[in-house]
């Protein structure tokens, strides 16, 4: 069986924010809630990089590890998912995640968190139908052979969801291509030479 991952290529990401939206479009979530946001490192700056962060569906994830009530598993395919109905919003998954991914409403007195609510992978979760589905953790578009809406939108294809080794392949082969003159894309018969590195006196 195939394992889902997300990565998200940061020399492509352009901060347009597409996947954020695209994201909330697709689940509906709650005000307060932001399940995939984009970061900006030394914004302003000539090194100034964008990535898309979320949920990363971690192989041994340490939400699943501190979760008490064992609101928080994992599939046979790697998504992690949550089962809201367990969930007594204590937060310890957001102290163990290191890319921030648990979320809470925050629409309760002062110290109650509400239900978490975190990235899905498009997968849904627990629920007795498809419209409790939807209500409580928004679209299932893996059921429908489908990948998730916000690495789909993404206008440069900077994030790549899907099989973790087709994504990997997929990265690889950028990484090849990155420094050469005509680009990954080319039919140029001058994208097959030797030499990956960038010569801007050569011309035509």
């Not at 340490?62 to 809201?84: F, M, N, S």
Request: some cysteine; charged content about 30%; proline content about 4%.
């Amino acid at each position: 069986m195939a394992t889902m991952k997300f990565m998200c290529d940061a020399e492509r990401c352009i901060e347009c924010n597409g996947c954020v939206t695209a994201c909330k479009n697709a689940n509906e979530v709650e005000w307060g809630i932001q399940r995939r946001r984009v970061v900006t490192l030394n914004d302003g700056e000539a090194d100034e990089m964008s990535i898309s962060v979320a949920c990363m569906h971690c192989d041994d994830a340490p939400c699943i590890a501190v979760c008490p009530t064992e609101t928080l598993y994992q599939r046979d395919d790697g998504i992690v998912l949550h089962d809201k109905d367990l969930c007594i919003g204590c937060g310890y998954c957001l102290y163990a995640c290191p890319f921030g991914a648990p979320q809470f409403p925050q629409e309760k007195a002062f110290g109650e968190r509400g239900k978490m609510d975190k990235c899905t992978f498009c997968a849904g979760g627990p629920a007795d139908s498809k419209e409790e589905e939807y209500e409580k953790y928004g679209a299932n578009r893996i059921a429908e052979g489908k990948l998730p809406l916000c690495a789909e939108m993404c206008s440069t294809k900077a994030l790549l969801a899907g099989d973790a080794q087709e994504v990997a392949d997929i990265f690889r082969q950028r990484v090849v291509r990155r420094g050469h003159e005509d680009g990954a894309w080319s039919n140029n018969p001058r994208a097959q030479a030797d030499n990956l590195a960038v010569d801007a006196t050569r011309k035509g």
